[in-house]
């Protein structure tokens, strides 16, 4: 019984072995050999007659086939008896029964195919013949275009493709990123890439179509009423049936003058002050939202230009979904995600609910939807932004919810944390949502990162996983600073750990020019918010100061690791730190400026401090005694400032006793965006007795600058020295928002942050 069990098991073991011999012979056989010992039998054959862009596809093939085995494939018109062939193009596909396949994918789909030994790569036209190529030249060939300047080409003597039969098709049929990627036209085609070629007009288009500089005088009807007035710098009013006519008019000279183009928007200013008048409200009221006036106006168009894309936004006021109404066709939904969280996907997001009730309201209405999604941190290009966990299952929720059109707004031109990895991760996601975005990633780090790959694996690992241990606390906002994530991913304990990554990932690639700029400009992110944190959190763990009893001193390795900052981001040209052009030469002389206050010392710290004038609670820092407790404002109104809104500011300061003083300095914030202005004039006046005050210096504060970088200003009011016990500090607002300004009629704000006595 032993011996026949035995035996079984024996017979058992050679029919398996048998087996995988044969599939292993199998396997081999199907492999194709398109080049061995840098010699090949094939040609790549496309038309003479072909486009310029599949003539291109056939040169780029030719290229990386040489690149990766030194090997020249030859380039031919037609087919050759004693050659294999690779042929791109649907010219030469009826000979292979494939033309029928390829009429049914979408526009940009493709197909890959192997008969017999003879290659197929065609798509229905010269764009997608390209796309098939540049997907070959990846998927089979092993290349990878990392960024706009930057590849990874394998280097073999023998290149053998598997049989593959494959069609491509993408998830959404314009894809765009706004990405150093965007502005190279051999990465968005390697990429599959979408350019606006087919739009006359994008975005934000009211003050195009109707230009308040040329109407507003004599027509401030067809502009916004906001409470009582009406707003040049501001929104439409929709309800207003020459508003209509007019767009109807000025649209059509656009058109005139690009006719091939298919995509118009019309749409709201970059703003909200939506108009408030009685008709306006009216429609709100009927179509149950403020977009349903949107609507209309766009239904109106589209009627009036059928064969053309009316597209309006779906953004902040008009995001919501309208009743009682319904898009026509031809009208393109614009949906914006700008308000959304980014810490945790959307669907899982209770912060998140009505925003994903508004898509799938807008999803029940049309299926001509283009979503405007936020990947980077605008405010802070150079801080840690942790949300690559919430980028797939985003772009999956907004593939099942009837969405054609995808835009992914990043850094555009600039650099931000991980970019170059976040714009190759999307671009993939975006052709298809479904694909696994770990290996993806993992391929990129290997290949982008070399020696210094274990290191930004661990940086990148410990944000994410940091991020995800607070995400129902955290908001992962796109409008932040490092220190409002100082409690999450952005701890000193963490910083240290980052920065420690980033110092061995440097020194691992030291030696190789390519790897070491590389890692030099990923790291600019971490040293940016760890001597941003250092120096707004007044921490002893990460600091910019000395302190020794009533002594503070500046450190002199923190200068250094500031100045190394700044010539890091000169060296890899990432100069850039926020959307509104502020630059880290600017941050430079910021912190100096910064650091040099806190180190004065402030005869009035520890003394009684008054406000004769109302101040805000809006953002609380403790009334009063937050000028004198030594904590800086940062370029954020939230953290360390004291406002006061359409109100003056009037300060008394009593020193306890007399003492010779010479200066007063303080900061003002300038955020014309958030209706932060500086004073209109700062006077400071001193007494001896509290009741007799004489002035010794006056500053006035620009109030027309109409820049929206925000700006610590400093009023440094110097005197000839004199003694004084009681100081008063007078700071006239300009109380309401200029009229030029979109807030116009509302109260404006004056911030300020110390005021330091010498």
């Known amino acids: 019984m032993q011996k026949t069990r035995t035996t079984y098991l024996i017979q058992v073991f050679v029919l398996i072995t048998s087996i995988f011999i044969l599939v292993a012979c199998k396997s081999q056989h199907e492999k194709i050999t398109l080049v061995k010992n840098q010699s090949s039998q094939y040609s790549i054959v496309v038309s003479e007659k072909a486009d310029s862009i599949t003539q291109l596809a056939a040169k780029e093939l030719q290229h990386y086939l040489f690149e990766i085995s030194q090997t020249k494939v030859e380039i031919v018109g037609d087919t050759n008896a004693t050659k294999k062939h690779i042929y791109i193009g649907k010219k030469f596909i009826e000979d292979f029964s494939l033309l029928t396949e390829l009429d049914t994918i979408e526009e940009d789909g493709f197909i890959i195919n192997t008969v017999g030994e003879n290659i197929i790569i065609s798509g229905n036209n010269d764009k997608a013949n390209l796309y098939a190529t540049y997907t070959f030249i990846e998927e089979f060939l092993g290349c990878s275009l990392l960024s706009s300047t930057e590849e990874y080409i394998p280097n073999n003597s023998t290149i053998y493709i598997p049989e593959v039969k494959k069609v491509y098709t993408p998830a959404f049929s314009f894809r765009r990123i706004l990405f150093p990627g965007m502005r190279n036209t051999k990465y968005s085609n390697w990429h599959k890439i979408e350019t606006l070629s087919e739009w006359g007009s994008f975005v934000h288009t009211f003050d195009n179509l109707i230009p308040p500089e040329i109407y507003f005088e004599e027509h401030p009807e067809y502009f916004s009423l906001v409470g009582n007035h009406r707003l040049s710098d501001a929104q439409l009013c929709l309800s207003n049936p020459d508003v209509i006519k007019l767009l109807k008019e000025n649209l059509e000279k656009e058109i005139e003058k690009k006719p091939n183009k298919k995509y118009w928007s019309v749409s709201q200013n970059d703003c909200y002050n939506y108009c408030e008048c009685d008709d306006c409200k009216a429609m709100y009221e009927k179509y149950g939202n403020i977009s349903g006036a949107y609507i209309y106006m766009s239904n109106e168009l589209a009627k009036e230009f059928q064969d053309k894309q009316i597209s309006t936004l779906a953004y902040q006021f008009t995001r919501s979904a309208p009743i009682n109404i319904t898009p026509l ?216 100061l000395n302190k020794s009893g009533d002594n503070i001193s500046i450190r002199p390795d923190m200068i250094e690791y500031l100045n190394r900052f700044v010539e890091i981001s000169k060296l890899t040209s990432t100069t850039r730190i926020n959307e509104r052009n502020f630059k880290t030469e600017d941050y430079k002389k910021y912190v100096l400026r910064k650091l040099d206050l806190m180190t004065k010392v402030n005869i009035a710290d520890g003394k009684t401090v008054s406000c004769l004038t109302v101040y805000s609670e809006l953002y609380p820092v403790g009334g009063e005694k937050a000028l004198t407790d030594g904590l800086f404002g940062d370029l954020d109104f939230h953290n360390n400032w004291l406002g006061f809104q359409g109100n003056d500011m009037i300060i008394e300061i009593d020193l306890h006793k007399p003492e010779v003083i010479h200066q007063i300095s303080m900061n003002y914030l300038k955020a014309v965006n958030s209706w932060v202005f500086l004073p209109v004039d ?77």
């Open 329 to 544: 066709k031809n009208v393109n939904i614009m949906f914006c995600s700008i308000e959304c969280n980014r810490s945790m996907p959307l669907v899982d997001d209770n912060r998140s609910k009505g925003f994903v009730k508004d898509m799938e309201d807008w999803s029940n209405l049309t299926n001509n939807i283009f979503v405007w999604d936020y990947v980077v941190q605008f405010k802070n290009y150079l801080t840690p932004f942790p949300n690559f966990n919430v980028l797939q299952p985003n772009i999956q929720f907004f593939d099942s919810n009837n969405v054609n059109m995808m835009f992914q707004q990043g850094s555009g031109g600039n650099w931000s944390d991980l970019s170059v990895l976040k714009q190759y991760l999307i671009s993939k996601l975006l052709w298809d949502p479904y694909v696994n975005a770990d290996s993806i990633i993992d391929d990129f780090l290997h290949k982008y990162y070399g020696p210094a790959e274990p290191y930004i694996r661990a940086y990148y690992n410990l944000t994410h996983e940091a991020i995800e241990k607070n995400k129902e606390e955290e908001f992962l906002n796109i409008y932040g600073f490092p220190s409002d994530y100082f409690d999450s991913y952005l701890t000193p304990e963490l910083l240290k750990k980052y920065k420690t990554f980033m110092d061995k990932a440097e020194e691992s690639v030291a030696h190789d020019s390519v790897y070491l700029k590389r890692m030099l400009r990923t790291r600019l992110p971490v040293d940016f918010a760890y001597l941003d944190i250092a120096l707004n959190k007044n921490l002893d763990e990460i600091s910019y």
């Open 682 to 758: 700062v006077t400071v006046e001193i007494s001896v007795d509290g009741k007799n005050y004489v002035q010794v210096g006056n500053l006035k504060g620009d109030i027309n600058d109409q820049n929206y970088l925000v700006k610590s200003i400093p009023f440094n009011i110097s005197f000839d020295a004199v003694k004084a016990q009681y100081i008063r500090v007078t700071a006239i607002s300009l109380k309401q928002c200029p009229e030029w300004h979109r807030g116009f009629g509302n109260p404006s704000w004056i911030f300020i942050d110390e005021l330091i006595v010498e």
